[in-house]
């Protein structure tokens, strides 16, 4: 906060909250008396505009969409009624992502799929910036998909929506959900920070999700086996042929990384 004449410990403290109150909401909240208004106006501009211009750039999709005026509102009222948990800067869009799931009050004129996308785009952000790490050392050298456990990555989210949210632009808004979930990995090799999508199959999808909660360590065939008893598909060869082929897939896009032994 800018120095002033204030002298007082209490009247100082007072200030503080009267200027941080008049940041987030000036049209409710009188800037402190003592500050003259050219120097509120710097401050005004500069935190909420640092906010604004993150939170474009993260959601840039649902920015467009709702366009300038619904956009600014929305960030406004955040800015105003939000008290974020983390110092971080990073942190703030899954800040305001809590604050669209769990504190904002519904519009009449919402978008459906507003929550989805919001989460869609924000995962690009939290995997790109992501800390956490794959243990090779686990690894076997064989490759062995139907022989050993296959291994996801950590820095492989399954995704899944009940909205088409990575076609989702101006010019396509639906307005009902689809009739089957769509699923996507998101996905990044340690030495890097691009981030990638990948659309699957609600078969693939499953694969995934057994891999990922695989307690017993049950082999690639093992699991494979399991789907086709899911879907009743007697031709469990053919099942694990696809599944040996679509392994191999996802280890060269980084979402397996390879297989253990049991």
């Not at 619904?70 to 869009?93: G, Q, S």
């Not at 989805?116 to 800390?131: D, F, I, K």
Request: hydrophobic residues 35%; proline residues 6%; aromatic residues 10%.
């Amino acid at each position: 906060m800018p120095s002033g004449s204030v002298k007082n410990p209490q009247d100082f403290k007072q200030t503080q909250y009267a200027f941080t109150a008049h940041i987030r909401q000036p049209d409710k909240n009188s800037a402190p008396s003592e500050i003259e208004d050219r120097r509120m106006k710097i401050y005004r501009d500069l935190f909420y505009n640092n906010v604004e211009s993150f939170m474009s750039t993260t959601y840039p999709v649902l920015c467009e969409i709702l366009g300038e005026k619904r956009w600014h509102t929305l960030i406004r009222d955040y800015f105003a009624n939000h008290k974020a948990h983390t110092p971080l800067f990073h942190e703030m869009p899954r800040e305001f992502l809590v604050y669209l799931e769990e504190e904002r009050q519904s519009q009449t004129d919402d978008l459906p799929f507003m929550l989805e996308l919001a989460h869609y785009e924000w995962v690009e952000l939290a995997l790109s910036v992501s800390e956490l790490e794959d243990d090779l050392s686990v690894l076997s050298s064989q490759l062995d998909f139907l022989n050993e456990v296959p291994v996801l990555s950590n820095l492989a989210w399954l995704l899944s929506y009940q909205y088409p949210v990575q076609h989702i632009s101006v010019d396509f808004q639906p307005d009902q959900p689809s009739e089957q979930a769509t699923h996507i990995v998101a996905s990044r090799s340690i030495d890097e920070e691009d981030v990638h999508f990948t659309e699957v199959n609600p078969v693939i999808a499953r694969l995934l999700q057994l891999i990922a909660d695989n307690p017993d360590k049950l082999t690639g065939k093992q699991l494979l086996t399991q789907i086709a008893n899911e879907l009743e598909n007697p031709d469990i060869d053919s099942i694990i042929r696809f599944g040996q082929q679509t392994l191999a897939d996802l280890h060269k896009k980084n979402i397996i990384i390879g297989t253990q032994g049991q």
